[in-house]
């Protein structure tokens, strides 16, 4: 034990920092390398760790590809998704330092300075950036989303308005896959883990079968009340939008078809009329998720109550710390640590820059022999 910390020199310290938090292997004796060392010689790793997140290797790698993996919703891990509207918005909070607890409901989004322009029925804008390496520490500009869909600033919601959210979430389905995806994204949780059959049932849809199988006649109550109790509840944020194939459509006071389909499944489940919205996560396994706001209408409401809730910001703690250490928090140590980030993540207005420094320089991997 004691024999690797003195094993680990302030230069293997810092270039381990450096190539954790930004996927690049630096030149041993570049001057970003030497003046960490001071700064970790000194005792202040933190500002070590800011001179990292204030590098091109930083937001052109590494913070790209943590951000491209929210946008991965079959969890391929692939890094060859083109970065899109979504990835680039989570960069731009970063660089930023915007509260990362609105990301899911104010009216920003992230697009290049310069180069095709922004259409919001395709991604060649972001793609045709990337592909001329545009610099995503310097030429990434803020803006409204509202100005670019024709839909009112009330109605936008962050992430979950932009196209890359809508492609993987509105469509065709049932925009059930939206729930689905902001459980994994936002709350690092599958369906499979949360579903519990003691949450009530009164938002299930019709299309969901009471009977699904009569030889298995409580299979309703056992199995799919488990995951749709919860859903189906969540999903009427999501009634007036749609993605048709190219583009977020949203059409106010209209239920898109697709809520109230195969109705004769079950005549007595729930018919969506409006955009209202409940939370049922403060039933069962989910009660400890620490989500306050229960009840809404529209997107923008749920995005707020999604991220200002205790487990969206464990979340994000979590995937930093998988982002850095390449595993997931599995020892006591690790888990203390994540927790403790969360919580001051919380405290400290939700920048994730800062958790990116926290975690480089309080995760137990950076200072491991060998890694
Ligand atoms: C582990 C969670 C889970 C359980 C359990 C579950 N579902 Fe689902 N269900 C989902 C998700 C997620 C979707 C959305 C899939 C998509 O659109 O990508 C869905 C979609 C559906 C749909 C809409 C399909 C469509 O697109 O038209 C129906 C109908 C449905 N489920 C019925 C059931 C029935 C009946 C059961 C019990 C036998 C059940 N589900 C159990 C998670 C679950």
Partial sequence: MSL????????????????????????????????METL??????????????NTDDFYNVGLKNFAKSF???????????????MSATIIGFTKDNLNFSTILSEDIFYRYRAGTPVNVSNNVHYESNEDNNVNLRTDLVQDTQSSYLNINESRV??????????????????????INNIMNQFLCHTMEQVQDSTRPTSRVGKDVFLVPNPSIP????????????????????????NYN????????????????????????????????????????????????LLSGNGAKSLGISIASSRQFSNCMSEKVFEKICLKKPRTK???????????????????????????????????????
Avoid at 158 to 175: I, Q, S
Avoid at 337 to 359: C, I, P, Q, T, W
């Fill in 4 to 35: 690797n910390i003195l094993a680990q020199t302030e230069k293997s310290r810092a270039i381990n920092m450096y190539t954790r938090l930004t996927e690049v292997i630096p030149a041993v004796d570049s001057s970003v390398i030497t003046s």
């Fill in 40 to 53: 970790i010689k000194e005792g202040n790793h933190i500002e070590a760790a800011k001179l990292i997140t």
């Fill in 71 to 85: 946008t991965d919703s079959e969890n391929s891990g692939d890094i060859k998704l083109p970065i899109n509207d």
């Fill in 157 to 178: 919601a962050g992430l979950l308005t932009t196209r890359g959210f809508a492609v993987n979430g509105y469509e065709a389905g049932t925009n059930r896959a939206a």
């Fill in 218 to 241: 409580h299979l309703f109550k056992t199995r799919c009340q488990g995951c749709h109790g919860l859903m189906d509840g969540l999903r009427g944020a999501f009634a007036y939008y």
């Fill in 245 to 292: 194939g190219t583009r977020l459509t949203y059409i106010n006071g209209t239920p898109d078809e697709k809520y109230n389909i195969n109705s004769e499944n079950n005549p007595t489940g729930y018919e969506t009329v409006d955009d209202s919205w409940i939370s049922f996560f403060n039933h069962g396994v989910t009660s400890d998720f620490g989500v306050s």
């Fill in 333 to 371: 140590e690790d888990k203390l640590v994540v927790e403790a980030l969360a919580r001051d993540f919380e405290d400290n207005d939700y920048k994730m820059k800062s958790l990116f420094e926290k975690m480089s320089v309080h995760a137990s991997c950076i200072g491991e022999i060998g890694n």
